[in-house]
């Protein structure tokens, strides 16, 4: 028995989590980076961070794993923090590129009418992310979704189990149950592809800009 409305549930209350924290935390990082990147020790720290996108997960597995469980976060709170710090390498490299395209005048405007540095990342700079947020946005939502490997080797309880974990019990080791296994796939699939349409125009724009040098 699957559960199914519950393992949607489940990774929809997962994969919201990452993608919201997601844009939040990596938007403000990579605005710290991109406005101070004229620093060496600011520089180091960037290409420190992008350096990760180099180690394979595998690698670092069995230690997550075992570190996890330590702090009980063998849980979905704790898979939410690890979307977002595993995909901090790559976003901050998509959000620097598109910041350092925002003309500092902008923030000078705003600094000379009484705005705090806060407000103006929040009321300036952040409304203009909205491409490289939706692009952020939906591949962290992809992402988060369709992962088999870090909710099998993460979560503990069986009855927290995502949706790809539970449709993995329709394949056997001698056989395989078809007709139920294509059904779950096209009832996963379809919320993301909602996502995907609403969103696609802001993704494209935004690979397009966060592209640029």
């Known amino acids: 028995m699957t559960s199914y409305p519950k393992r949607v549930l489940t ?13 939040l935390s990596n938007s403000m990082v990579s605005y710290a980076l ?3 990147m004229h620093r060496r020790w600011v520089k ?38 690890l979307y977002v710090v595993y995909g901090l390498a ?19 405007a705003a600094a000379i009418d009484g705005a705090s540095r806060w407000g103006i990342f929040w009321k300036v700079i952040f409304p203009l992310l909205s491409p490289m947020n939706a692009t952020v946005g939906i591949l ?17 309880d069986q009855s927290k189990a995502t949706l790809p974990l539970a449709q993995y019990v329709f394949q056997g080791q001698f056989n395989t149950n078809y007709p139920v296994s294509f059904a779950s796939y096209l009832m996963a699939i ?13 993704v494209i724009s935004g690979v397009m800009r966060g592209s640029q040098k």
């Open 34 to 36: 991109a406005r101070n």
């Open 90 to 108: 790559f976003n901050i490299l998509m959000y620097t590129s598109f910041i350092k395209s925002i003309p500092e005048e902008l923030e000078e």
């Open 44 to 81: 180091a720290m960037y290409y420190y961070i992008v350096a990760a996108l180099f180690v394979p997960f595998p690698i670092i597995m069995l230690p997550v794993v075992k570190e996890t469980a330590m702090l009980h976060l063998d849980n979905e709170a704790g898979l939410i923090l």
């Open 190 to 202: 379809a919320p993301m592809f909602l996502v995907y349409v609403i969103v696609q125009r802001w």
């Open 140 to 156: 962290t939502c992809l992402w988060a979704w369709n992962d088999f490997l870090l909710p099998l080797v993460i979560l503990t």
């Open 11 to 23: 990774s929809s209350i997962i994969t919201v989590g990452a993608t919201v924290f997601t844009i």
